[in-house]
């Protein structure tokens, strides 16, 4: 059970180029969600899905585009990277949407574009 | 509007001492609030969280919160400090039955000096 997975750990992009971020997960949730994080701002959802063939947008959006074809799979696509978008990515997973939900992070996706 | 303070950038506690970090927020409702630790290069993981019924939460690794709905705080608390609790520590609200309704705090730096 490796849980929540991510590829790759580290990316150099030039302004401009584009990428695509994977997540996995094993765990069968039905939730899962992208976030980045800037140093002293914690953690801003970029976008989340709530099921297979599902997405929607969350706080950070603009820049990015999301797939979620397959329940274990949700990939984040930058399609002309800017320096703006140099962060560390975070893919998360939950059961379910709730409130009370605990949610499970991957490790984490450096991004440098230059 | 929704939000969360974790005022200190840092705390910084000699091993063995009781360690708090400290965390308000702002809901107009009633809060579940949880507690996330970031070791280095690493996903952020679950310590506890706050539904509903006792105000103290007992979590992983000994760790404890307490939750004030007068103060509005949940600080994350400690009795005895080991070297190997040093990390980044989030504390997260989510409100209503959304996904997309959770907010970060920017994180506190915990140090634990031998």
């Known amino acids: 059970n490796a849980g929540v997975t991510q590829t790759p750990k580290f990316r150099v992009l030039k302004t401009g180029q584009s990428m695509t971020l994977l997540c996995a997960q094993d765990?069968?949730?039905?939730?899962m969600y992208w976030y980045r994080q800037d140093p002293g701002m914690g953690l801003r959802l970029i976008h989340y899905?709530?099921?297979?063939?599902?997405?929607a947008k969350g706080e950070v959006p603009d820049g990015y585009n999301v797939s979620r074809l397959k329940k274990q799979n949700f990939l984040l696509g930058l399609e002309s990277a800017a320096p703006s978008q140099t962060s560390v990515y975070f893919c998360?997973?939950?059961?379910?949407?709730?409130?009370?939900?605990?949610?499970?992070f991957g490790p984490g996706t450096r991004l440098l574009v230059l | 509007a929704q939000s969360v303070a974790q005022p200190e950038d840092q705390v910084n506690v000699a091993e063995g001492n009781p360690l708090t970090v400290k965390c308000t927020y702002s809901?107009?409702?009633?809060?579940?609030l949880f507690w996330y630790v970031q070791y280095p290069n690493r996903g952020l993981q679950f310590l506890l969280k706050?539904?509903?019924?006792?105000?103290l939460v007992k979590g992983s690794y000994g760790f404890e919160a307490e939750f004030n709905k007068s103060q509005t705080s949940f600080h994350l608390k400690k009795p005895s400090a080991l070297v190997s609790d040093s990390a980044l520590y989030f504390c997260a609200v989510r409100l209503y039955s959304s996904a997309s309704k959770i907010i970060f705090g920017s994180g506190t730096r915990l140090s634990i000096r031998p």
């Open positions: 998360a997973s939950s059961s379910s949407g709730t409130s009370v939900e605990t949610q499970y």
């Open positions: 706050y539904i509903t019924g006792d105000n």
């Open positions: 765990m069968n949730h039905e939730y």
């Open positions: 809901v107009s409702g009633n809060p579940y």
């Open positions: 899905s709530v099921g297979e063939g599902t997405t």
